[in-house]
């Protein structure tokens, strides 16, 4: 049987999709698949790790200059050479398909051309967060027709939890749908004794955008620093608020102490995740993201390393209603951030107790135990 994922984003790029898409295509290599990738080409400079025994095609596409593929001038670059790809490609048994709606439209209409089932990964209602970038009702409209379409069309939706499905329920989206939730790629996230940061160290590891509200921990950082001067805020990764939370930093004059950086490998944000104080998440409270799920929580607490996470969603009763103390939610107030910081670094979580919170996370949410529930899914769909 052959799969073909169609997704704009794969590894070596780094995102949370890449991690969880290579390691569904690993999944069904390992139970016997033919499985073939059709993706970007990545950024500048990214060195190619690619999975053996899985075929990985990659087109050029339009990128940003954070070379992020973002956009829907960006999104057509893909899209549109995607339906060729998949319409002159060897016929398969299943497309899996990777959001914006614009790739699951397309993925829809050759779905159909061809008599090949489809799933959709719906992580997230990209239509709301539209709102976010654009307040025009023709956009948003048309949007929310092409999402909906595209993800009705589907034999199932992997989505990242039932409050997201409930949502689709109430906009008449009817497609059977399964609550994967979220989980971190275990073979690159883990804990081995690493030694505690000194001085106190913040990481923030992912895209930096409107729907996050990042910005929020530049200015918590000024009460962080009063109370110990060479505590550090390191960002890792890209996003279109880079150059404002820059800008506000060096206004508040605490630029020596905040950094942003480039995505970098899993492995090498792992070992940095394991020495910090504790990792910062965000996502900023509006409507879009109160089914949005902040999925680095996962990485960090695998790599050992308490998270402080602030915003709305479905991140808050996780942190809220865990088992073992991973972290803590807090209201989305630079006051009530600068608190949670500070309570972290006042008392660092020790070597053994984060080696106990690495083993009990990756015990409950790993992304092979995701893969193995996405291809016994698809085997029935493909043997119906």
Same mark, same amino acid.
């Given at each position: 049987?052959?799969? %073909? #994922? !169609?997704?704009?984003?794969?590894? $070596?790029? *780094?995102?949370? /999709?890449?991690?969880?898409?290579?390691?569904? @295509? +690993?999944?069904?290599?390992?139970?016997?698949?033919?499985?073939?990738?059709?993706?970007?080409?990545?950024?500048?400079?990214?060195?190619?790790?690619?999975?053996?025994?899985?075929?990985?095609?990659?087109?050029?596409?339009?990128?940003?200059?954070?070379?992020?593929?973002?956009?829907?001038?960006?999104?057509?670059?893909?899209?549109?050479?995607?339906?060729?790809?998949?319409?002159?490609?060897?016929?398969?048994?299943?497309?899996?398909?990777?959001?914006?709606?614009?790739?699951?439209?397309?993925?829809? %209409? #050759? !779905?159909?051309?061809?008599?090949? $089932?489809? *799933?959709?990964? /719906?992580?997230?209602?990209?239509?709301?967060? @539209? +709102?976010?970038?654009?307040?025009?009702?023709?956009?948003?409209?048309?949007?929310?027709?092409?999402?909906?379409?595209?993800?009705?069309?589907?034999?199932?939706?992997?989505?990242?939890?039932?409050?997201?499905?409930?949502?689709?329920?109430?906009?008449?989206?009817?497609?059977?749908?399964?609550?994967?939730?979220?989980?971190?790629?275990?073979?690159?996230?883990?804990?081995?004794?690493?030694?505690?940061?000194?001085?106190?160290?913040?990481?923030?590891?992912?895209?930096?955008?409107?729907?996050?509200?990042?910005?929020?921990?530049?200015?918590?950082?000024?009460? *962080?620093?009063?109370?110990?001067?060479?505590?550090?805020?390191?960002?890792?990764?890209?996003?279109?608020?880079?150059?404002?939370?820059?800008?506000?930093?060096?206004?508040?004059?605490?630029?020596?102490?905040?950094?942003?950086?480039?995505?970098?490998?899993?492995?090498?944000?792992?070992?940095?995740?394991?020495?910090?104080?504790?990792?910062?998440?965000?996502?900023?409270?509006?409507?879009?993201?109160?089914?949005?799920?902040?999925?680095?929580?996962?990485?960090?607490?695998?790599?050992?390393?308490?998270?402080?996470?602030?915003?709305?969603?479905?991140?808050?009763?996780?942190?809220?209603?865990?088992?073992?103390?991973?972290?803590?939610?807090?209201?989305?107030?630079?006051?009530?951030?600068?608190?949670?910081?500070?309570?972290?670094?006042?008392?660092?979580?020790?070597?053994?107790?984060?080696?106990?919170?690495?083993?009990?996370?990756?015990?409950?949410?790993?992304?092979?135990?995701?893969?193995?529930?996405?291809?016994?899914?698809?085997?029935?769909?493909?043997?119906?």
């Amino acid at each position: 049987m052959r799969v %073909v #994922i !169609a997704t704009r984003i794969f590894g $070596p790029e *780094v995102s949370a /999709a890449s991690g969880i898409l290579r390691t569904w @295509a +690993e999944e069904f290599r390992d139970r016997g698949f033919e499985v073939a990738v059709l993706t970007a080409r990545p950024p500048r400079g990214a060195v190619i790790d690619d999975p053996p025994g899985i075929d990985i095609r990659r087109a050029p596409v339009k990128r940003d200059r954070q070379q992020y593929v973002r956009g829907y001038v960006s999104y057509m670059s893909f899209d549109i050479p995607l339906a060729f790809r998949l319409l002159f490609s060897r016929r398969a048994d299943l497309y899996i398909v990777e959001p914006p709606p614009t790739t699951v439209a397309v993925v829809r %209409v #050759i !779905a159909w051309l061809r008599r090949t $089932p489809y *799933v959709v990964r /719906a992580a997230d209602y990209w239509s709301e967060a @539209a +709102e976010l970038v654009t307040s025009n009702r023709f956009v948003l409209g048309t949007l929310r027709r092409i999402e909906a379409w595209g993800l009705q069309g589907a034999k199932r939706l992997f989505a990242a939890h039932d409050p997201l499905i409930a949502r689709f329920r109430e906009l008449g989206i009817t497609t059977p749908a399964v609550p994967i939730g979220f989980g971190a790629d275990t073979a690159h996230f883990r804990y081995s004794g690493q030694e505690p940061a000194d001085p106190p160290l913040f990481i923030y590891a992912g895209t930096h955008s409107e729907w996050h509200g990042a910005g929020i921990f530049v200015d918590a950082m000024r009460a *962080v620093v009063n109370r110990h001067a060479r505590a550090r805020l390191e960002y890792y990764g890209n996003g279109e608020d880079r150059d404002d939370m820059q800008a506000r930093a060096a206004e508040l004059g605490i630029a020596d102490s905040v950094a942003f950086h480039p995505p970098i490998p899993p492995a090498e944000l792992a070992t940095i995740l394991a020495r910090a104080t504790c990792s910062v998440a965000s996502l900023a409270p509006v409507a879009a993201n109160e089914y949005a799920l902040a999925t680095k929580v996962y990485s960090s607490l695998a790599a050992g390393c308490p998270v402080v996470f602030t915003g709305v969603g479905p991140t808050i009763e996780f942190l809220d209603h865990a088992t073992y103390p991973a972290g803590v939610a807090v209201t989305y107030e630079p006051s009530a951030v600068a608190e949670a910081m500070i309570a972290a670094m006042d008392a660092p979580l020790a070597p053994p107790d984060r080696a106990e919170l690495a083993r009990w996370s990756s015990e409950r949410f790993s992304l092979a135990a995701i893969a193995t529930q996405v291809v016994d899914e698809s085997l029935a769909i493909i043997r119906a």
